[in-house]
């Protein structure tokens, strides 16, 4: 078994293709990735990351980076990959090389506890001011949708979103239906934010079959051995622990066998 590190990368430039040593990047984003108070990472796609260069047989450090830096900085060769919640569309795959889905989430709209706005009504959402993460698919889906109805603020952080919610400058916010728990904590009674209208999902051609590493397009052989790694991973069942621990609820691409995802 390959030498294992978590330590976090520098963006120097990445090894060269025939090494081991592999960069992975990641935006923090909680539950899938953050720093512990002594300031290690750790998170589900931390954990899982560190699991599938286990059993690739690779060396593998990581990366911070923004969500806007991640597909330049990776086609800068800043790093070997992307492993940060990144959903399959048709326009990313014209600049990268996607894995196999490692797992799937829906989107849901959030707005304030008192509001009654319903944002799947048209008719309500004339005039009103939406927030979304920049660069992400809720970003594709709201502007097809709704760009020619509601006005849209687009932010670099889900947090960002949630500060501009608390001062009222937003009426709605579509997010990521795992994610919002921390940053709105829907769960919680006191919660300024209530969930509006059922998670979205579809259609497939905005939000994708799924999130998936990214690769650049040539590095078909670095592609290969974490599809065989997200396979095995699935097939074995190693995959549900880490699931079970940072996220509480399933979130497999159609169940044990990643192979249905293809």
Known sequence: MAAFSIAVASNQAAQARNSNDVTLAIELYPPFSYRLPDGSLDGFEIQLGNLLCERAGLHCTWSDQSWDALIPGLMMRKYDAILSSMSVTPERAQQVLFSHPYYNTAH???????????????????????????????????????????????????????????????????????????????????????QAAAPISKPLDVFGPGIAMAFRPRDKALAERFNAAIDEVYRDGSIRPIMDKYIGMDILVHGDDVQDAK
């Open 108 to 194: 849901i709209w959030v707005v304030a506890r008192n509001s009654t706005l319903d944002p799947t009504n048209m008719a309500q959402m004339k005039g009103k001011v939406i927030g979304v993460q920049r660069g992400t698919t809720r970003d594709d889906y709201v502007t097809r949708f709704y760009g020619s109805t509601a006005t849209i603020r687009r932010y670099v952080a889900e947090q960002d979103i949630s500060n501009d919610m608390r001062s009222g400058r937003l009426d709605a916010a579509l997010v990521d239906m795992l994610t919002s728990r921390d940053t709105f904590r829907l769960q919680d009674a006191d919660s300024l934010y209530r």
